[in-house]
C-alpha cells in the first residue's frame, strides 16, 4: 500500500507538473500576442554626431507624428569607429538607406563610383530648383561633381549639407579692454592686426592661439593668405607645377607666419597645440585672439557660457586679391543608391532640410544651418559666421590637389619658421624638392 501510495503521489505530481507547464506556455503565447509589435523603421540612417543624437531623435519622433513614417537614426562615434563601420558595410552589402561619408573628395568619389550614393541633381533641380535653392550655394558646392571634373565621376550633386561652417579669426572683448583696445573695431589688416598683439602682449595678454599641431589648421591660414597675396590661378598652378615654392609670392606668405613668431603674436606652444586644447585657451581668457571654425560655437558655450567674443574675417594681407577663407557644408547625408527604400528617404531628407527643422537644428546644436533662410533666431556670433559663407573655398571644390608629400613638407616647414629653426627660403626651398620629386614619379 505505501508503495502504491507513493507512485500515486509521484504520478499526480508529474501531472500537475505537466499542467503548469501547458498554462504557462498558453500564457506566454497568449501575452505575445497581446504586445504590441515595434514598427519597423521606414528609413535607418547611420551617422557619427553625438553632438546632435538628442536633436535627431527628437526630429525623428516630429516625423513620425507628422507623416507615420518611422526614422531611425543609429550613432556610431568617434569618427574613427563610424568610418570603419561604413567600409566593412560597403563591403557586406549592408549599407543603411542614409548615411554619410568622412574623409577627402576623392573616397567620396570612390564611393559614388561604385555605386553606392544616389545622384540628386533631379531631386534638387525639382519644381524650378526648389530644393536646391535653399541652400548656401558653398554649402552644395561641397558635394557636387562638375563635368570633366579629375575623379571621373559623372557631374551631379550627390550629397544633403546639413549645416554649413567656416573658419575664420575671434577675439575676446573683454581683453581687448584690458590692453586699451576698442572692442569694436577689429584689425582688417595684417598690420593692424600685428599692431594689435602688440598692446595685448604689453598687458600681459596672449595674442593668437590655435590646434597647429593639426597641421591642417595652419595649411588653412596658410591658403588664406596665399590667395590673397597671389590669387587663386597662381595657387592652382602651383598644384600643376607651373609655378615653385621659391616664387617670392610664397616666400611673402611663409614670412607673415615669421612676422607673427618674431613680433610675439603667437601663444607659446602652439605649433604642438592641439585644437582641443587651445579651445581651452581661448575659452579661459589665456589668448585674445583664436582661429577657428565657427563649430567652436557650441564648444565654447560648454566651456564658459558667459565667454565675451565676436569673429572676425582674417586679417588681410594685400590689396591685390580676394581672401578666401575654408569653408562649406560642415556635415553631409548620403543617400544609398541600392536601397530599396529610396523615396522615403528622399522625402526625410527634404524635411530634414526644410526650414523649420533646419532653424530647430541650428538652436539645438548651435551650428550654422545649411539652409540659408533659417537664420533668423540664430544667435549673433553665428549670424557673423555665416555672413562669410559667400567668401569661402575649400580643398574638395579645387579643380586641383596638392601631393600629400609636398602638403606634408609644406605644414612642417610652416612650423619650423614658427620655431625659428628654419628661414622662409630654406622652407621654400625644401619644399620645391620634394615637389619636384613628386612630379618626377609621374
Known amino acids: 500500500m505505501a508503495s502504491r501510495n507513493r507512485f500515486f503521489v509521484k504520478e499526480v505530481g508529474i501531472g500537475l507538473l505537466f499542467i503548469v507547464v501547458i498554462v504557462s506556455l498558453i500564457g506566454a503565447i497568449t501575452g505575445c500576442a497581446r504586445a504590441p509589435q515595434q514598427k519597423q523603421a521606414d528609413v535607418v540612417i547611420w551617422h557619427w554626431m553625438t553632438d546632435r543624437k538628442n536633436a535627431f531623435s527628437e526630429l525623428a519622433a516630429r516625423y513620425e507624428q507628422e507623416t507615420g513614417r518611422k526614422v531611425e537614426f543609429k550613432l556610431f562615434a568617434p569618427s574613427g569607429v563610424y568610418t570603419q563601420k561604413i567600409q566593412a558595410a560597403t563591403q557586406a552589402g549592408t549599407l543603411p538607406d542614409i548615411f554619410g561619408v568622412l574623409g577627402e573628395k576623392e573616397g567620396f568619389a570612390i564611393f559614388i563610383k561604385s555605386g553606392h550614393i544616389l545622384n540628386l541633381d533631379d531631386a534638387m533641380q525639382a519644381n524650378n530648383n526648389e530644393w536646391q535653392d535653399k541652400f548656401f550655394s558653398k554649402a552644395l558646392i561641397v558635394n557636387k561633381f562638375e563635368k570633366h571634373n579629375e575623379f571621373d565621376v559623372p557631374p551631379g ?35 593692424e592686426f ?57 616666400i611673402e606668405v611663409f614670412n607673415l607666419f615669421k612676422r607673427m613668431a618674431d613680433e610675439g603674436v603667437l601663444a607659446k606652444g602652439i605649433v604642438a597645440m592641439n585644437n582641443k586644447d587651445a579651445e581651452q585657451n581661448f575659452a579661459n581668457g589665456r589668448a585674445a585672439f583664436a582661429f577657428n571654425g565657427s563649430w567652436c560655437v557650441n564648444v565654447y558655450k560648454g566651456m564658459d557660457p558667459n565667454l565675451n567674443y565676436t569673429a572676425m574675417f ?129
Request: proline share 5%; with cysteine.
Open 157 to 191: 550633386i550627390y550629397g544633403v549639407p546639413l549645416d554649413v561652417s567656416n573658419i575664420q579669426m575671434l577675439y575676446n572683448k573683454d581683453l581687448f579692454r584690458q590692453a586699451g583696445l576698442d572692442p569694436e573695431n577689429q584689425p582688417r589688416t595684417f598690420d
Open 194 to 250: 600685428i599692431d594689435a598683439a602688440k598692446k595685448l602682449k604689453q598687458a600681459g595678454i596672449q595674442g593668437l592661439v590655435s590646434g597647429w599641431a593639426e597641421t591642417w589648421m595652419i595649411n588653412c591660414l596658410a591658403s588664406n593668405f596665399a590667395f590673397n597675396i597671389m590669387g587663386e590661378r597662381k595657387v592652382m598652378d602651383t598644384f600643376r607645377g607651373k609655378v615653385p615654392y621659391t616664387d617670392a609670392d610664397w
Open 314 to 442: 582674417v586679417p588681410r594681407a594685400s590689396q591685390r586679391y580676394p581672401l578666401l577663407i575654408w569653408g562649406g557644408a560642415g556635415s553631409s547625408l548620403m543617400i544609398n543608391a541600392r536601397s530599396k527604400n529610396q523615396e522615403q528617404a528622399l522625402a526625410f531628407l527634404q524635411w530634414l532640410t526644410d526650414d523649420a527643422q533646419q532653424a530647430y537644428l541650428a538652436e539645438a546644436t548651435n551650428n550654422l544651418p545649411a539652409n540659408k533662410n533659417s537664420l533668423e533666431n540664430i544667435s549673433p556670433i553665428l549670424a557673423q559666421f555665416a555672413q562669410s559663407m559667400e567668401n569661402t573655398t575649400h580643398p574638395n571644390i579645387w579643380p586641383v590637389h596638392e601631393k600629400g608629400p609636398v602638403v606634408e613638407a609644406f605644414n612642417v616647414g610652416l612650423q619650423s619658421v614658427i620655431l625659428g629653426t628654419k628661414t622662409p627660403e630654406q622652407v621654400a626651398e625644401e619644399i620645391q624638392e620634394v615637389k619636384v620629386r613628386e612630379m618626377a614619379k609621374n
